[in-house]
């Protein structure tokens, strides 16, 4: 019998594992530098994190602790967003609130030393972000923890965080929304039927058609992640091929990586929910 940290885990490897997956690392594909393999490693070096979110006094040192771990790998930033939107779900389902206005008020009670902590992990790991907005500088992430003094003096909260980069950022929008697309998602995945792999393809494919993926807006732009959902919706429809437009995705360095976040999230949930392995 699986514990809540473990289902965690799982949902990270069952992420990957799905297939296909446009743009994004799986069974099947991958890039010269990120290989399934580190995918593997990451979930497996992340679990002493999850658990600490379990029973920990905090989710962002828990959060720090599993990037740290799923770092100990050579491909890489394997899974820090999909650990970011875990993370506050494991807390959710080991206090029994794993619903999305029980993930609320987790997000809620996150504190200034949350906060630190998330920018701690940033050192961990190069993550793409987007430039912060005017006036945000000091509070730049990409500073590590050489904004913690900032956050400090400016008294700000993981929740606070997020809220500042929801209308960029699809991890920091869920976080925001109650995870409103990871649960939507992991309704799918428990009404769906077959292979979880095929399960998670279709859950992210869905998501892909449903909203430009934030993260291909930071790392090519705003009419690339478009034309991503637009042609997700056509795999959908019948119209292409997800395993040719996978390989031409990849050819062309599209990486839907925040759609990747919300599967492994959906999963999660959908595993705590009853889905069986």
Known sequence: MRDTAENAQLALLLEVSGTPKPGNVDRHREYDDLRF?????????SLPGI????DGPSIGVAFERAVAGMSAQSGG???FGALLMIIPLVRAAATDRLTPDGVAAIINETTVEDACAFYRAFEHVDVAV??????M???DVRRGGDAVEAVRTQNVTLSDIMELSADRDGVAAEWTTGFERSFTAAGWLLADRGPIYERASRAFLRLLASEPDTFIVTRNSEAVAVEATRRAQAVLDGAEDPNELGDEFVARDINPGTTADITAAALFIALERGLEV
């Open 37 to 45: 393999e580190h995918f593997m490693a990451g979930a497996v070096g």
């Open 51 to 54: 658990r600490q979110a379990v």
């Open 77 to 79: 930033n394997t899974q």
């Open 130 to 135: 987007e430039e912060p907005p005017d006036g």
């Open 137 to 139: 500088d000091a509070l």
